[in-house]
């Protein structure tokens, strides 16, 4: 029987709340790969930071490289600055574990109301590639007269060629399982450096996949036909910055920041992969019991395939679907009345029978 060590950080905020629904759902599913799931709770959060003015113990990547995934919730606490704590954990780790793919699906659900007005189910479905590990968050620049009139901050944008065609690749070897189709977003019209670089890039690695259309859209052109026309899209590749506000978008006009799944995958798996929701710790809903734990079960569903475990990610994803399209059992932020643990408890009930 396989067996499968998880390293859990729960975080912030709403964070706690969705990853024990998602574990206590993927636990039920493994059942149909016969695989184990031995979850490590790992405490690190901002009140983690606030009691010991670190985000993780020293030690603490070594910890997690001995686990075969990570499964993380949300970090951000309103006490805290944010650019402490997602720099003390989250941003590091998709760059030391090289975790360069960041997968995020949208699809519409049967069941679920678009905020745009007569979308099919399933008509809406895309994946984008987001690059994770340079670009617009390379952690690279400083500041300078800081407090003075003449302050100066400088944040510089990195772009590689690996770094870009390792992400593209990625992309087009994605699409050619679903429908062969691939949208770069650029805006080298006003970044003439990266972007240009990037475009490149995308204009090479094209050349390797003549079987899959191409093509690439200014990003803020691509911010409105992701409202006004997005069942075009299939696999779109991004970089960091890009990447991360249009899946904001991707996710409410697929229904909710509450269904949107993510996986920040290490392709070579030299170090473990990371698999969290979209969406952030909420503060605004935290301890009401009331957040979405779809996003993260669906998260935890991400995790299943990666570690080959097929059969239990699809029973998962089928419970959520029907779910989904039953309609009577789903939180305030897709219109309904129940609890975070009524909708897992739903998914729990319509798992199918190992
Ligand atoms: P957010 O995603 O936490 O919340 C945005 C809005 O979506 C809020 O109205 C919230 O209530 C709603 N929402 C989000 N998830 C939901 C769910 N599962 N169910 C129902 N409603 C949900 O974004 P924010 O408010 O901009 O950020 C809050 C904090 O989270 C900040 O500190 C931010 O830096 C951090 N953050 C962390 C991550 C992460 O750890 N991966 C991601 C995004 C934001
Ligand atoms: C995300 C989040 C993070 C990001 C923040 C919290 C740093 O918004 O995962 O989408 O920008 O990558
Ligand atoms: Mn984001």
Redesign the pocket.
Known sequence: MAAFRIAVIG?????PE?IDRAIQVADAARRHDNAVLDWNPLPWSSIHYQKTGQMMPPDGWDILRRHDAIL???????DVP?HI??HGL?LPMRRKFDQYVNLRPAYLYDGVQSPLRDKAPGSIDMMVYRENTEGEYAPIGGRLYQGTPHEIAIQTNTFTRRGCERIMRAAFEGARKRRKKVTSITKSNAQTFGMVLWDEVFKDVCRDYPDVESGSLLVDAAAMDFVRKPEVFDVVVASNLFGDILT?LSAIVTG???LAASANINPERTFPSMF??????????AGKG???????ILSAGLLLDHLGLDKSANALRQAVAKVLKDGAVR???LGGKSSTTEVADAVLAALPRA
Request: charged fraction near 15%; hydrophobic fraction near 35%; proline fraction near 12%.
């Open positions: 975080g912030d905020g709403i964070g969705v993380l919730g949300a970090i951000g606490h309103p944010d704590t997602l989250l904001d909710s920041m509450g969290e929701p979209v969406h952030g710790s909420a503060p605004d809903i009331i957040s979405n734990p779809l996003a993260a939180t305030p932020d």
